[in-house]
């Protein structure tokens, strides 16, 4: 009997670590109807401020870090001075004693960066002290490099964007949020090519890109949503799928939102924050049952070791 306590001690000391925090908020219904009042659906969401103006959006992937767009930050020494992180914002003119502002500690851009093509529009950006968690405020899981994101998937992208290209969103500038369905690289660039646009790019929708949107447009990410979330569910989390990067108008026919692809920068991104955990996701991994990211094991098959020692010590 006395082993019972104890099982339950350990297990107790253990449960945090063994919960994924991520990914999970506290009051949204996965295929459920969005619930667009609450402010609680979308906690990873985070404005970018410079000189106390929103510029981008970002999600918050971990206590002290948010991914968002490199495209954003032209002018990062600048921009690290005198930028702001706004967490735990639903309504950005109206915001409530759920808000955290942080400052910046630094901006990382991903190396291949080219403003030209977009390719490698992706950045870290360090908080200067770690976030605490709330209902308002969490982080969304990232894939790692293998994962496999249905087609199918009703995915969302949020932000405080232009409602329409030139048209900005009305005070008190509340999060919108769009469900678009994901659509791969060869599917888009075909679209592309079939769509008239100036300038006719040519296979614009390079390695590392993702497109989501409707073919009969309509539905998309717009100016001032960079760095934004494209999440997706996968396996019972929200997972980041893609951030947003670039669009020849907004809701055109034919021209979905291009998104950069985050399993592709998986890898780079564990090697700023070493402690980065990523969730597998479609069984995309090579490997059954573990995968890897950089040579480090997941913590799943710990969790279901873990979880066969606790029922046993409990029979
Ligand atoms: C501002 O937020 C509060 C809740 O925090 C809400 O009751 C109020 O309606 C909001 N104001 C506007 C203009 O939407
Ligand atoms: C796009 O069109 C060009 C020729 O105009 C062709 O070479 C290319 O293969 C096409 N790409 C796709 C993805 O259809």
Known sequence: MSMVPFSL??????????LKVCGKPAQRIMGGEPAPSDGLSWPWQVSILYRDQPICG????????VLSAAHCFPNIKSQTTHSDVVLGAYQLLNTSSNTVTSDIQQIILHPTYDSDSSRGDIALVEL???VSFTKYILPICLPETSAKFSMEESCYVTGWGDIQPGVELPPPLTLQEVKVPLIDREKCNSLFNATQHEPQLHNPVGPGMICAGYQEGGKDSCQGDSGGPLACPCDGHWVLAGVVSWGIGCGRPGLPGVYSSTPFYATWISQHIPNM????????????????VNGREQNYPVVTLLLVFFTLTLL
């Open 9 to 18: 001690a350990v297990w107790l000391l253990l449960l945090p670590v063994l």
């Open 277 to 292: 955990t990523f969730v597998t996701c479609g069984k995309g991994g090579t490997t059954s049952g573990k995968s890897e």
């Open 128 to 130: 200067k002290s770690p």
């Open 58 to 65: 970002g999600a918050l992937i971990a206590e002290k870090w």
